[in-house]
């Protein structure tokens, strides 16, 4: 990044971030009360931010670790009326940390890095140790959406959220409010479709 680009970052971030690490957040003091949606590994958040125009109340929180789309995602909320979406730079998991138990209305985690090799599938996202702690932090009746057009991913999904006893749902049809995300349309070009799966929890 130029150091231009890097102060625009730095002050974006400062204004529409919030810190990967912390005390315990209240949706409350970050939002006016708005139903709270995460969304997990945005990529270059081009669906999140389709997402946040089509739906102004519902908040959304994008986590990435890569600094391009987090920097793509504060351009497009500096530039446009987008006060209900924020941003973490970092890892998912130190943020969860953050997010009070039984706040959240929805937790989306659209095409994750697929680790096709089975010797790498213990780093799949969505396992059940993730499940766990998204699971304890949806209000009873919040959604967690996945998308995966990895045949064998989408088959991991189903058992983890499963195996997770608050959870019911399964596959559905894809669903016509998702947008096509990057990782979406690469897919589809190798011949992938998408699976996507929602789970509700219910107690
Ligand atoms: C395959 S890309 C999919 C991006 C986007 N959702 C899409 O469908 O186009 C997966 C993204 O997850 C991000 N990611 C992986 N692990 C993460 C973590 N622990 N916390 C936050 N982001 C993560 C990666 O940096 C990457 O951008």
Redesign the pocket.
Known sequence: MSEQRQTKFDTWLKRWGLDQSGELLDWNDVFDGRPVVL?????????TIEMARADLGTAIVG????TP?VMAVLDAIENEPLPHVRV?H????R?LLRVPLDSLAGAR??????WTKKRHHARR?VRSDVVGALADRLEVGGQLHL?TDIAHYAEQMAEVCESEDRLDGGTVPRPNWRPL?????RGLEAGRPPTDLIYTRQS
Do not use: K, N, S, W
């Open positions: 969304d997990i590994g945005f990529g270059r958040g081009e669906a986590i990435e670790v890569h789309g973490v970092g890892d998912v998991l943020f985690v659209y095409f994750p890095d697929p996202l998308a995300t990057r990782f979406e349309q």
